[in-house]
């Protein structure tokens, strides 16, 4: 019966002496599998304690048992849950008499437990008088109800019918509907409060309520606390069918070393796209580096009323992504010594009986050992058949040591361990060399979080990151190590994005934090790909892309987008009046220092000159992928009126959509009207996207390509250790990879103290170095380090805890 109507009902017997505990954990199974749409307990009336009752999910309870349901129908609430269908049945045969029943008494005779509550209550609620008899008659019982106690037929026919109603739910649940988001109202003071302060006044929602808001099921979060959770990628396989929103991305021009507000920007955007205009959008950020936070830079939550909360565990371990990654780079580290250590020190047979032990007399290779003597090409299974030459092949990996490329992370900012040497202790042997640390999100591994589009393809990126080179001149990787498959284990959780709301309630995901001058700078395709399925196909998905647009931004369009295949609508560009003057001629502008008094009074002219310069080359640079760009002047109180219009009418005349000014720092999303309508209005039209350059150029073409359409360079200049690397590597195999270019932030060019758009320069390519697990190649312009210092005053400073309250100090 069931199956003629596209149903599969799947019976589970349980022993005849059954625990309460055996039933809880049956529901519980049921509960929390999403193919399952509707639970019928088929028990002694005995066995539906509260407490089982208590455990079935309402919306799964087809019988209308639990108490939510009964509660409901006394409510008369009856667009959610459950009514007991025998009740509904009896109440359907009353009402196919002839006569009116508005003011008729009716009998129920044997009407005990819920399902003669939820009878009494229906008919009631029709206008009838019921009255309960607690008779036993079975004979009176079969002749009114028309079946037997004992006859479940009846009954199991009739909850058909709210399977299939359950079953219409979740289909409607899946389909694209506008959120019913409650967003938290801001109260904005004059003069704005510190950052730390606005995210203390405001209480965020509980995150389950946001991703029940967002159309997020039970069983797809996983909570951490009462303010953020991790996000299950079963997300992308419940909703593949829905059409995915609009996409844009936010970059910015070259900025000053004080940074002129995307991070900022990016949630005021979506502020007032979700809370004031009423559309689904979601903010996709990068996890910010503890690094800069108690150096520097400071938080990276936003600021003013446009800020993800609670500011304090976005900024400090969150869900402890970072440590994971620190953790899975270290153990590469340590696999790489270890390996070398225990090579130099033993025989191959000695090596190979350890790294294939001996269990019960039997040799087995482990499955991550038979990809290394695939790609041997050793056609072997038995341990025992493998000649000495392919024993020795097997268990040698014989790196170089100069050729070491993988160094540890931490995840600070410590001058002193950008060179160390390791091996000194005497049970070492003498394996002496020199190493270093990077900071953690400079960390590979940290790229394949950002590029990554499912779990497998992360475990397959792991096993491809090349960790050095063989003295025969040979990649080794991490799968020939033997550790890729743990460094899955630890990351497991990790590639799962972070879901955080801003001061309005708005959703945020925060996944991922490569930096975008020695990575590609960009958040995770995974966090774009799952907020695209749930603003669905009139919402929008706003994400970052760090520094200037001709670094974050061309990294997003050339490495992002080709990994992901997603297509952004519209480009933000990201502008301050400080910035533009800097870039019209300006004094130089410091971390730390008082600004000079030309960013302070108003200087028309030196505006004018960074919006011809700066400012039109980087939206020449967005037009050249075909997208539409929409610039947002991040207003601050120094600026004038006049400054404001100069701004957005020589914006406008290079070529944007639109030019706004935005004060949500000040009013949160009200302050970004204009610039959502601006947003809204851009992305409605069409755009031709396209790469910069073919993936099957040759790499220093590629380079080339990038140097001269985006930096403005006439040339580029290639080292004799570049050339070499570009070489081995095209011998390799790897010279279809995208190119990401390792270079300054805070010029166009290769020199940090030129500013505006420069020309007549070539661009001197120090090195060329890859990393094949996230798939990409980086020319190193000039020296790039990747272990930040610590200033004269960090700002650690600042931050301190108050023992009584527990409230944290300092951060900004």
């Not at 506008?178 to 929602?205: C, F, G, H, Y």
């Not at 936070?293 to 938080?299: H, R, S």
């Not at 991550?368 to 092949?393: H, M, Y």
């Amino acid at each position: 019966m069931a199956g003629k109507i596209g149903l599969n009902i799947t019976q589970i017997c349980l022993a005849k002496q059954f625990s309460e505990d055996e039933i809880v954990e049956e529901v519980l199974k049921l509960n929390e599998d999403p193919r399952v749409h509707g639970i019928y307990l088929h028990l002694p009336s005995a066995a539906l304690t509260t407490r089982v009752l208590e455990t079935l999910k309402p919306e799964k309870d087809i019988d209308g048992i639990s108490d939510l349901n009964i509660g409901r129908l006394v409510r008369g609430d009856l667009s959610k849950g459950f009514v007991s269908p025998l009740a509904s049945a009896v109440l359907d045969v009353l009402e196919k008499h002839d006569a009116p029943l508005e003011g008729k008494t009716v009998l129920l005779v044997g009407g005990e437990g819920r399902v003669g509550s939820a009878l009494q209550c229906l008919i009631e609620r029709s206008g009838m008088v019921a009255l309960k008899n607690n008779w036993n008659l079975e004979i009176l019982q079969r002749q009114v109800c028309g079946f037997s106690v004992s006859d479940h037929l009846v009954h199991n026919f009739l909850s058909l019918n709210n399977v299939v109603r359950s079953c219409s739910r979740w289909i409607q649940g899946q389909q694209y509907r506008p959120w019913r988001l409650r967003s938290l109202k801001l109260q904005p003071l004059t003069p704005v409060p510190s950052d730390i302060e606005i995210s203390r006044a405001q209480i965020p929602k509980p995150v389950n309520q946001l991703a029940e808001e967002v159309g997020l099921l039970p069983e797809e979060l996983e909570a951490y606390g009462r303010s953020k959770a991790k996000v299950c990628l079963s997300l992308l396989d419940r909703l593949h069918t829905q059409p995915d929103g609009k996409y844009v991305l936010v970059a910015g021009i070259t900025p000053t070393p004080l940074g002129e507000g995307k991070s900022t920007v990016t949630i005021g955007l979506v502020q007032a796209l979700s809370a004031h205009l009423s559309l689904n959008s979601f903010a996709c950020l990068r996890q910010p580096s503890q690094g800069p936070t108690f150096g520097v830079k400071g938080g990276a939550a936003g600021g003013g009323y446009a800020q993800v909360i609670p500011m304090e565990e976005f900024n400090l371990h969150l869900t402890g992504d970072i440590h994971a990654i620190t953790a899975a780079n270290n153990l590469v580290a340590a696999a790489i010594d270890a390996r070398m250590l225990h090579e130099a020190t033993q025989s191959d047979k000695a090596l190979f009986n350890r790294l294939v032990p001996s269990v019960n007399g039997v040799r087995k290779f482990s499955p991550i050992q038979f990809s290394r003597l695939q790609r041997l090409g050793i056609d072997k299974t038995n341990p025992a058949s493998l000649t000495p030459e392919e024993v020795t092949s097997f268990v040698r990996l014989d790196l170089d040591p100069s050729k070491i490329t993988w160094q540890r992370v931490v995840d600070t900012n410590d001058r002193f361990l950008r060179k160390i040497t390791v091996g000194q202790a005497n049970t070492e042997k003498g394996q002496i060399r020199e190493t270093g640390f990077d900071i953690a999100v400079a960390s590979e591994i940290m790229a394949i979080l950002a590029l990554a589009d499912s779990l497998e393809d992360m475990k397959n990126r792991l096993a491809r990151m090349v960790v050095g080179t063989s003295r025969s001149g040979q990649p080794v990787t991490t799968e020939d190590l033997g550790v890729s498959g743990a460094l899955t284990v630890l990351m497991k959780d990790a590639i799962k994005p972070t879901l955080m709301q801003t001061l309005e309630g708005t959703p945020v995901f925060v996944h991922a934090g490569p930096f975008a001058n020695i990575a590609h700078g960009n958040s995770s395709v995974l966090a774009d790909k799952l907020a695209l399925k749930l603003v669905g196909r009139d919402g929008f998905v706003v994400t970052e892309a760090g520094f200037g647009a001709d670094i974050g931004m061309e990294k997003f369009f050339n490495i992002k987008c080709r990994a992901s295949g997603l297509r952004p609508n519209v480009v933000v560009l990201v502008a301050t009046i400080r910035a533009l003057k800097m870039h019209g001629g300006g004094p130089n502008v410091s971390a730390g220092a008082p600004l000079p008094k030309e960013y302070i009074d108003e200087n028309l002219s030196l505006v004018a000159a960074g919006c011809h310069s700066n400012l039109k080359k980087q939206i020449q640079i967005a037009h050249l992928f075909g997208i539409p760009v929409v610039v947002a002047l991040n207003v601050f109180k120094t600026d004038t009126q006049a400054e404001i219009d100069l701004v957005c009418e020589i914006a406008k005349g290079c070529g944007a959509s639109d030019a706004v000014p935005c004060n949500h720092w000040a009013q949160g999303g009200r302050g970004s009207i204009k610039l959502a309508q601006a947003v809204n209005e851009a992305a409605s039209r069409p755009s031709n996207f396209q790469f910069l350059y073919n993936i099957e150029m040759p790499i220093a073409d590629k380079i080339r390509t990038i140097a001269q359409k985006v930096y403005g360079a006439d040339d580029i200049e290639l080292s004799p250790a570049a050339k070499d690397k570009i070489d081995y590597y095209n011998q390799q195999g790897y010279g279809l990879l995208p190119i990401c270019m390792a270079k300054t932030h805070l010029s166009l060019s290769h020199m940090p103290d030129k500013k505006g758009a420069p020309t007549g320069f070539v661009l001197p390519i120090r090195d060329v170095r890859a990393s094949i697990g996230a798939g990409f190649i980086y020319p190193l312009v000039g020296t790039m380090s990747t272990m930040p210092g610590l200033p004269t005053r960090p700002c650690f400073y600042d931050i301190d805890l108050d023992p009584v309250t527990g409230e944290i100090t300092g951060l900004f």
